[in-house]
Antibody, heavy 123, light 108 residues
């Protein structure tokens, strides 16, 4: 069974750094792109970007380029999303999701999703 | 980037009725790379339809997708109680991939 299990909720202050995780199991980690999606409170979904664990090729949405960093650790089949300096406007639910198609296919919808990590940034 | 506009914002229907949700793109979605997701409160989205009209494994056949180019539709033939949720469309034809703002299907 494919599973994506995200790290727990975080409460941070503006200016702090943060790294959240997405531990995957049940499939070959290095052959599927994995991405991140933001959902601000009461709002729609926003595509942040994707990373290919096979070679760490990363594609960011222009809206998030330079604001976050995506990475992976293939030894523990985990993807990460990190911020170096959080802002109050980063308060949101963040989902990781694996692409539906494998074998490095990029043009694919998101398939299985993690349960989400709620990030709250408040002074 | 391709902007997706979903309509209506909210659809108020009764169980057993037919739901028709629209997703319109600002540019042609190449290869009809358009997906539909269902999201219930407190849950992650779930993929229903990909490539505009292909149902994911396990999705009931009351859900169907249609359309091409810039106009796409998700139809729920007869609403079941568990179908009341928010539905999002997403294009994955051109980077950055984008989502629509969502349509809420609520109980009338």
């Amino acid at each position: 069974e494919v599973q994506l299990v995200q790290s727990g909720a975080e409460v941070k202050k503006p200016g702090e750094s943060l790294k959240i995780s997405c531990k995957v199991s049940g499939y070959s980690f290095t052959t599927y792109w994995i991405g991140w999606v933001r959902q601000m409170p009461g709002k729609g979904l926003e595509w942040m970007g994707v990373i290919y664990p096979g070679d760490s090729d990363t594609r960011y949405s222009p809206s998030f380029q330079g604001q976050v960093t995506m990475s992976v650790d293939t030894s523990i089949t985990t993807a990460y999303l990190q911020w170096s300096s959080l802002k109050a406007s980063d308060t949101a639910m963040y989902y990781c999701a694996r692409l539906y198609y494998g074998s490095g296919s990029y043009y694919s919808p998101f398939g299985p999703w993690g349960q989400g990590t709620l990030v709250t940034v408040s002074s | 980037e391709i902007v997706l506009t979903q309509s209506p914002g909210t659809l108020s229907l009764s169980p057993g009725e037919r739901a028709t949700l629209s997703c319109r793109a600002s540019q042609i979605v190449g290869s009809n790379y358009l997906a539909w997701f269902q999201q219930k409160p407190g849950q992650a989205p779930r993929l229903l339809i990909y490539s505009a009209s292909s149902r994911t494994t396990g999705i009931p056949d009351r859900f169907s997708g249609s359309g091409s180019g810039t106009d796409f539709t998700l139809t729920i033939s007869r609403l079941e109680p568990e179908d009341f949720a928010v539905y999002h469309c997403q294009q994955y034809a051109a980077s950055p991939w984008t989502f629509g703002q969502g349509t809420k299907v609520e109980v009338k």
